[in-house]
C-alpha cells in the first residue's frame, strides 16, 4: 500500500522537487493515513525519505495492457482511470481520484495485465512495489496493519460498486454518480464518462437533458 502498501517504466515520472508542494502531498498523506493509525515522528520521516512522490501529466499511460507490474498508487491530487481495449473502442471500468489507492490486479496475480491505466488530468501520487513493502513493514510493523485494513476496505468497495452497476439502469448509474461522486461529472469527457456508463456519448447526452427535464417538471409540480 505503501501507493501506500506498490510505473512501468516505459515513460517518464516527474519527481515532486518543490519543497512547499513536497511538503503538501507528505501532509496529505500523513492526514490521510492518521485515520487508520498514529505516526511517530520517527515513522513520518521514513516515509518522507522513501522516493515514492511523483507528478503525472494528462494523457500518461501508467499501465498498458499485456505490461507486468509491481507497483501500486496512491492518489493525492488529479484522476486516474481504468480501461479496455475492445475492437479499437475504449471500455472504461473505474475512476480513481483524491486519497484512493490503486493496485493493479496484474501486481496481486503477477501476470500480464489485461488492461490499461491511464491519467484523465494531470496527477500526483506515489508510487510504491511489494518489495518496498516488505522493507517498510517490518520496520514499522503497524504499517502492515494499515495495508489489511485498506485492502479489506478496497475489496468491498469494489463488490458493493460491481453489484450495483450490475443490476443497475444506465439512468440509474449516472444519479448514483451524479449522488456519490459529482466531480467527476465535470472532471472527465463526456466520451470516457458514457463508456464508463455503458452508452454511447449521444446516448449519455440524451440521458442528461431527460434527467433534467424530470427535475424542471419536480419543481414545476412543487411549486
Known amino acids: 500500500m505503501l501507493a501506500i502498501c506498490q510505473i512501468a517504466k516505459p515513460y517518464p515520472l516527474a519527481t515532486v522537487t518543490d519543497d512547499r508542494n513536497n511538503n503538501t502531498v507528505r501532509d496529505t498523506l500523513f492526514d490521510f493515513i492518521a485515520k487508520y493509525v498514529s505516526l511517530t515522528e520517527e515513522e513520518k520521516n521514513a516515509i518522507g525519505s522513501l522516493d515514492v512522490f511523483r507528478s503525472v501529466k494528462k494523457g500518461t499511460i501508467l499501465l498498458q495492457e499485456g505490461q507486468t507490474s509491481k507497483d501500486s498508487y496512491f492518489i493525492l491530487k488529479g484522476c486516474l482511470r481504468n480501461y479496455y481495449l475492445i475492437d479499437g473502442e475504449e471500455k472504461t ?19 500480464p495485465s489485461q488492461y490499461y491505466i491511464g491519467c484523465v488530468e494531470d496527477t500526483l501520487l ?22 489489511r485494513i485498506l485492502s479489506e476496505e478496497r475489496l468491498a468497495k469494489q463488490q458493493i460498486d460491481f453489484d450495483e452497476f450490475k443490476t443497475s439502469s444506465p439512468e440509474q448509474r449516472y444519479l448514483n454518480l451524479l449522488h456519490k461522486r459529482p466531480d467527476l461529472l465535470q472532471r472527465v469527457p463526456q466520451h470516457q464518462l458514457a463508456s464508463y456508463l455503458g452508452i454511447k456519448p449521444q446516448s449519455l447526452s440524451r440521458l442528461r437533458a431527460r434527467i433534467l427535464e424530470k427535475e424542471r417538471t419536480k419543481t414545476h409540480f412543487l411549486t
Not at 103 to 109: D, L, N, R
Not at 126 to 147: A, Y
Open 126 to 147: 506515489t508510487v510504491s512495489n511489494s518489495d518496498m513493502e516488505v522493507e517498510v513493514n517490518g520496520k514499522f510493523p503497524k504499517f502492515e496493519t494499515l495495508c
Open 93 to 111: 471500468t473505474a475512476f480513481y481520484t483524491e486519497l484512493e489507492v490503486l493496485t493493479p490486479h496484474c501486481v496481486i496475480s503477477k501476470t
